[in-house]
């Protein structure tokens, strides 16, 4: 994913958080991520345009400590951020920091998902065509295979995230895209830098 990234420049341990990301997706899911002071601008431009809220951690004392829990973002070149999926707890911490009452941006027209199809009255099809189908999500390390679904990480603290199996070599690796940033670049693991997925885990 860092070939299509704007630079972050040096390492979480050499640049200082200034800037909070948090939102909500339309499942719910918390996310929220850290940027430097370098990336302030875009990250704030990105957080409007994916319906999010802009933070700056100098605005509380407290923030600073709920910015180091967190995963660094990264600001893409299409203007867009990666903020990862963060615990429902440290959201609700960090979103007391909002201003009461506080609204969040509405989404960019070309970042919301697109609407689910209705379904039909007697069981036909729906109006829009078949339903996608489910993601192959194996449940052992052998039936792993081209079109699964399981979870990948960038790092120690990055956390884990859905991604697909596209590509499976001779020599064992394998080629994955993350499932919900369908803009960044495919990237190769090795089978024991993969995980599996609850087989009852559903989205």
Partial sequence: MTNAAVSNGASKAS?????IVL?????????ASWFGEA???MAEKAAGMMGMAALPVAE?????????KLPQGRVFESGRAFVPFVKRTLYDAIATHLPPGYQFPS??????PPPKPKKASGGAAPESGPMRPEPHRPTGW???????????TEGLYEGWFEAKVTKISPEGL?????????????????LTQIALLHPDHRD
């Fill in 23 to 31: 939102g909500l997706d339309d499942g719910g899911k918390a996310h």
């Fill in 174 to 190: 394998f080629t994955l895209r993350w499932r919900d940033w369908l803009d960044t670049p495919a990237f190769t693991r090795k």
């Fill in 107 to 112: 989404r960019a027209a070309d970042d919301r």
């Fill in 39 to 41: 990336q302030v601008g």
């Fill in 142 to 152: 052998d039936k792993i295979e081209v079109g699964s679904l399981v979870l990948a």
């Fill in 15 to 19: 640049v200082l958080p200034a800037l």
């Fill in 60 to 68: 509380a004392a407290d923030l600073k400590g709920l910015a180091d």
